[in-house]
C-alpha cells in the first residue's frame, strides 16, 4: 500500500492557479491537474475568524465564540491576546494525523505543535504558526536551517509594504527562496525518516505575497492605478511554490497518493483599516469627542480627487502610523531611532542586515526582521505561553482607553471586532447587562452611518452581534460581542455628526475569501472535476486514502475521489 502526501498552498486563488497553469507558467501543477480528481471546497464562514488551519488540524469545526478561538480578551486586565496552538484543546480534539495508524511527519502546518506522535516541524516559514520555531524530535529544526538555511522572508512580510518597490523585490525574491527550500526540506525530511506513511507539509509564500500584492491581480483595486504593477512578482512566487511542489513529487513512489490543497483563496481586501484604525478612532471619537490621529488636510485631499494616500518608500506602514498620533507614546531613543524611516530603509540593505546579525547574534531576515533560533523549551512551557495582541497592532494604542469606553474594537487580523465594556463581567464596566441591547444599537447607528467620502458608500452592512436581542451579554465569552464586515477597500469614514476620519494609507492588499480546493493524484484516483465540498471533509478524506492505518476519523465525511477505496 502507497503512501499519502498531501501539500498545502496557504490560502491560494484557485482561479489564479488555474489561470497560471492554461499560461503554461506552472507545469508541474498543470501536470498534476491533468491526472487529478479536483474539486473546489468552501471554507466560508471560517476562513473570516483567521481559524481554517486550527479547524484543519482539529478536524473540528470552530466558531468565534469556541473555546478553541485564537484570541482572548481578558475582562481584569482589559488586554488582548492571542493563544499558542494547542496540541490538545479545550475540546478535546487531537490532530487529525493521529488517526493514523503510523509514521507522521509534518511540517509548517500552522496552528501545529511538536506535540504528540510522529516527526514534527513547526515555523519553519509558516506565514502564521502561533507556534514558535520549534521541532520534535529536539534539534532537527537546527539541522534545517544549517542544512538548507532558514526562511528568509520568515516573520519578515510585515516590514514590506505595497508601497515600495525596493522592499516588495526583496519580499519577493526571499518567498522564491523559501518556497524553493521548503521542497528541498520536504524531501529531506522523507528521506531522514523512511517509514512514513502520512506527511502534511505546508508552503505560505502564496499567502504573504498575495497579501500584499493582492493589487496586482485584482486590476479593480483602487490601488491599481497609482502604484507600479507588481503582478510579475506573483508570479514569481508561484512559480518558485510549482518547482517545489515538483521537488516533492518526483521524490514520490508511483503507488504514493498524492493532495495538492488550499483552505481558502484571496481577493482584494478592505485593507485593515477599517478595523484596526478606523472603527477604533470612530469609537475613541464618539466617547471622548477628540482625535487619536491627525488627519491628513482633508480640503486638499478633496480637491485633488480624493487619491489613496501612498506612504513615503521606505517607510514601513505601523511606523508611518504611529508618526500621525496626536500623542505619541514616550519611547526610548533606541525606539525613535527605529521607527525614522531611515533606519526602516538601513534595514533592508546588505551592510544594515549584516550589522543588525552582529548586533542581535542571530540570522536576520530579507527586511531586516531577526529569524529566531529553534525554541528548545518543552511543549507543555511552550503552550502555556500567549502574545499580547494589543501590543502587535496599531489598534493597540486604543488599549488604555478602553476601561472607559461603553464599546471598543479589539485587535483583529480581518474583519473588525467589537466587546461591549459590560458591568460585572469587565473588571471597571461602563453599560449595565440591562442597557446591554442599548449599547449595541448605538454603535449599529454609528458605524451604518458612516460612508466612503469617495464614493458615498456605505462601509458596512452593520453589525453582526452573537448575543440574540434581550439575551443578554455572554458572561463567558472568551472574545467579541459582535463582529463588523466591510464592504469594500476604505481609507476614510465619513460620518454626519462626526465628520470624516482619515484618509490613511491602506494596509493590506489581499484578504481571504471562503474558496479553497483540493487536487488529488494517484493509483487509486481518476482525473474529474467533482461537485464542491466543505473544507471539514478534506482531514476526512486524507485519512480515507491512508486505508486501514485511519483509527481516529474526525469530523466531517470523506471526499469520493478514490475509485477504490481502502478497507479493514
Given amino acids: 500500500m502507497g503512501r499519502v502526501c498531501a501539500v498545502g498552498i496557504d490560502a491560494a486563488s484557485i482561479d489564479l492557479i488555474e489561470q497560471l497553469c492554461d499560461a503554461g507558467a506552472l507545469p508541474h501543477m498543470e501536470a498534476l491537474r491533468r491526472r487529478s480528481a479536483r474539486t473546489r471546497l468552501d471554507s466560508a464562514p471560517t476562513h473570516r475568524n483567521g481559524m481554517l488551519w486550527t479547524q484543519f488540524v482539529s478536524g473540528r469545526d470552530i466558531s468565534h465564540d469556541d473555546a478553541r478561538f485564537r484570541c482572548r480578551f481578558d475582562p481584569d486586565t482589559y488586554e488582548a491576546y492571542e493563544t499558542s496552538a494547542r496540541h490538545i484543546d479545550e475540546a478535546g480534539a487531537v490532530p487529525f494525523w493521529e488517526g493514523v495508524d503510523g509514521s507522521v511527519i509534518t511540517f509548517d502546518v500552522p496552528r501545529s505543535t511538536i506535540s504528540g506522535p510522529g516527526v514534527h516541524v513547526t515555523a519553519w516559514g509558516a506565514h502564521a504558526p502561533s507556534y514558535p520555531r520549534a521541532s520534535s524530535p529536539r534539534g532537527l529544526l537546527r539541522e534545517i536551517d544549517e542544512r538548507f538555511g532558514p526562511h528568509p522572508a520568515f516573520d519578515n512580510e510585515y516590514a514590506c509594504g505595497w508601497h515600495d518597490p525596493t522592499r516588495l523585490d526583496r519580499l519577493t525574491a526571499a518567498l522564491e527562496t523559501g518556497a524553493r527550500r521548503?521542497?528541498?526540506?520536504?524531501?529531506?525530511?522523507?528521506?531522514?525518516?523512511?517509514?512514513?506513511?502520512?506527511?502534511?507539509?505546508?508552503?505560505?509564500?502564496?499567502?504573504?505575497?498575495?497579501?500584499?500584492?493582492?493589487?496586482?491581480?485584482?486590476?479593480?483595486?483602487?490601488?491599481?492605478?497609482?502604484?507600479?504593477?507588481?503582478?510579475?512578482?506573483?508570479?514569481?512566487?508561484?512559480?518558485?511554490?510549482?518547482?517545489?511542489?515538483?521537488?516533492?513529487?518526483?521524490?514520490?513512489?508511483?503507488?504514493?497518493?498524492?493532495?495538492?490543497?488550499?483552505?481558502?483563496?484571496?481577493?482584494?481586501?478592505?485593507?485593515?483599516?477599517?478595523?484596526?484604525?478606523?472603527?477604533?478612532?470612530?469609537?475613541?471619537?464618539?466617547?471622548?469627542?477628540?482625535?487619536?490621529?491627525?488627519?491628513?488636510?482633508?480640503?486638499?485631499?478633496?480637491?485633488?480627487?480624493?487619491?489613496?494616500?501612498?506612504?513615503?518608500?521606505?517607510?514601513?506602514?505601523?511606523?508611518?502610523?504611529?508618526?500621525?498620533?496626536?500623542?505619541?507614546?514616550?519611547?526610548?531613543?533606541?525606539?525613535?531611532?527605529?521607527?525614522?524611516?531611515?533606519?526602516?530603509?538601513?534595514?533592508?540593505?546588505?551592510?544594515?542586515?549584516?550589522?543588525?546579525?552582529?548586533?542581535?547574534?542571530?540570522?536576520?531576515?530579507?527586511?531586516?526582521?531577526?529569524?529566531?533560533?529553534?525554541?528548545?523549551?518543552?511543549?507543555?512551557?511552550?503552550?502555556?505561553?500567549?502574545?499580547?495582541?494589543?501590543?502587535?497592532?496599531?489598534?493597540?494604542?486604543?488599549?488604555?482607553?478602553?476601561?472607559?469606553?461603553?464599546?471598543?474594537?479589539?485587535?483583529?487580523?480581518?474583519?473588525?471586532?467589537?466587546?461591549?465594556?459590560?458591568?460585572?463581567?469587565?473588571?471597571?464596566?461602563?453599560?449595565?447587562?440591562?442597557?446591554?441591547d442599548d449599547a449595541r444599537r448605538t454603535v449599529d447607528a454609528l458605524v451604518s452611518e458612516c460612508r466612503d467620502p469617495r464614493t458615498g458608500r456605505l462601509v458596512t452592512d452593520g453589525v453582526e452581534w452573537l448575543d440574540a436581542p434581550g439575551a443578554g451579554p455572554d458572561p463567558l465569552r472568551p472574545y467579541a460581542d459582535g463582529i463588523v464586515r466591510w464592504t469594500h477597500p476604505t481609507d476614510a469614514f465619513e460620518h454626519p455628526e462626526l465628520g470624516t476620519i482619515g484618509p490613511f494609507p491602506l494596509h493590506r492588499t489581499g484578504v481571504h475569501t471562503g474558496t479553497g480546493f483540493v487536487w488529488a493524484a494517484g493509483p487509486d484516483i481518476a482525473a474529474a472535476q467533482h461537485p464542491d465540498r466543505s473544507v471539514l471533509d478534506l482531514p476526512a478524506t486524507i485519512l480515507q486514502a491512508t486505508g486501514p492505518r485511519a483509527t481516529k476519523p474526525p469530523s466531517g465525511t470523506a471526499i469520493p475521489l478514490l475509485t477504490r477505496v481502502h478497507v479493514d
Fill in 182 to 436: 521548503s521542497g528541498e526540506i520536504a524531501t529531506f525530511l522523507m528521506d531522514r525518516f523512511p517509514d512514513w506513511q502520512l506527511f502534511v507539509g505546508v508552503l505560505s509564500e502564496s499567502h504573504s505575497a498575495s497579501e500584499f500584492m493582492w493589487h496586482g491581480i485584482d486590476r479593480d483595486h483602487p490601488l491599481t492605478a497609482h502604484v507600479a504593477d507588481v503582478t510579475p512578482r506573483v508570479e514569481r512566487v508561484f512559480r518558485a511554490m510549482d518547482d517545489a511542489i515538483g521537488t516533492i513529487v518526483r521524490a514520490l513512489r508511483p503507488d504514493d497518493t498524492f493532495f495538492l490543497f488550499s483552505l481558502d483563496g484571496m481577493m482584494s481586501s478592505h485593507g485593515d483599516l477599517p478595523s484596526i484604525v478606523l472603527l477604533p478612532e470612530l469609537l475613541h471619537r464618539h466617547r471622548f469627542g477628540m482625535p487619536l490621529v491627525r488627519d491628513p488636510d482633508q480640503d486638499a485631499w478633496r480637491a485633488a480627487g480624493y487619491p489613496p494616500v501612498i506612504p513615503p518608500r521606505h517607510s514601513v506602514w505601523r511606523n508611518e502610523m504611529d508618526r500621525r498620533l496626536v500623542a505619541p507614546p514616550t519611547r526610548s531613543i533606541r525606539a525613535r531611532i527605529q521607527r525614522l524611516p531611515v533606519y526602516d530603509a538601513a534595514r533592508t540593505t546588505e551592510i544594515g542586515r549584516w550589522l543588525l546579525a552582529r548586533v542581535k547574534h542571530t540570522r536576520i531576515g530579507a527586511l531586516g526582521v531577526p529569524i529566531p533560533p529553534e525554541c528548545d523549551d518543552p511543549p507543555e512551557v511552550i503552550e502555556r505561553a500567549r502574545e499580547r495582541a494589543d501590543e502587535m497592532l496599531f489598534l493597540g494604542h486604543y488599549q488604555r482607553f478602553w476601561r472607559a469606553m461603553p464599546t471598543f474594537a479589539l485587535p483583529t487580523f480581518g474583519d473588525a471586532y467589537l466587546r461591549v465594556n459590560v458591568i460585572g463581567r469587565e473588571q471597571h464596566g461602563q453599560v449595565s447587562p440591562a442597557d446591554y
